[in-house]
């Protein structure tokens, strides 16, 4: 990693902690992965050869770095969905910084939408936005993943609660094999099976 984006991801960290400690309002928190989690989701994306990557939940685009920075070797784009006017700028600005908005696709947009209107197909598929809607978009993520895809949803531990019903559906889907790995604040892993 050069020192640019080092600094940039450094950069980040500091000013969506600041930020979420200092507001109420959920819209204007970043709600940012850990810096664990970056790590592990490079990792993830080095490891497997993934080149195509759907992430719900841009935010201020601190994980979609990791995301980009993890296919630019190999040529492949990352396409990444937002809602908040707000936050899109916020991320089409650090994409511009980091010098790798050419392997990013920003959305803007409704994930509910976009799952059900793409022919696209995603080799690994990270999730980080309303967990409540998980389970309803479960249809839809699978037809977008990959043969031997990957999904990856944050918030597996923090919030277990709140996945409790998604885990359980994928647990209960032939073929799927599902993990939940303790970095940052829990990782949820479900393989998609090959089909053949």
Partial sequence: MDECLAALLRELETFGETNDAQTTDHARRMLNITRDTGEFLLLLIRATGATRVLEIGTSNGYSTLWLAHAVEPRGGRVTTL???????????????????????????????????????????????????????????????????????????????????????????????????????????????????
């Fill in 82 to 196: 937002e809602q908040s006017a707000f936050k899109v700028e916020m991320a089409r600005a650090n994409f511009q910084r980091a010098g790798l908005e050419a392997f990013i696709d920003l959305r803007v947009g409704n994930a509910t939408d976009f799952l059900r209107q793409t022919a696209d197909s995603f080799d690994l598929i990270f999730l980080d936005s309303a967990r409540g809607q998980y389970v309803a978009w479960w249809n839809d993520l699978q037809k977008t993943l990959a043969p031997n895809g990957l999904i990856v949803a944050d918030n597996a531990v923090s919030h277990a609660n709140e996945m409790t019903r998604f885990i359980e559906h994928i647990r209960q889907t032939p073929g799927f094999v599902v993990s939940i790995v303790p970095i940052g604040n829990g990782e949820l892993l479900a393989l998609k099976p090959s089909e053949g």
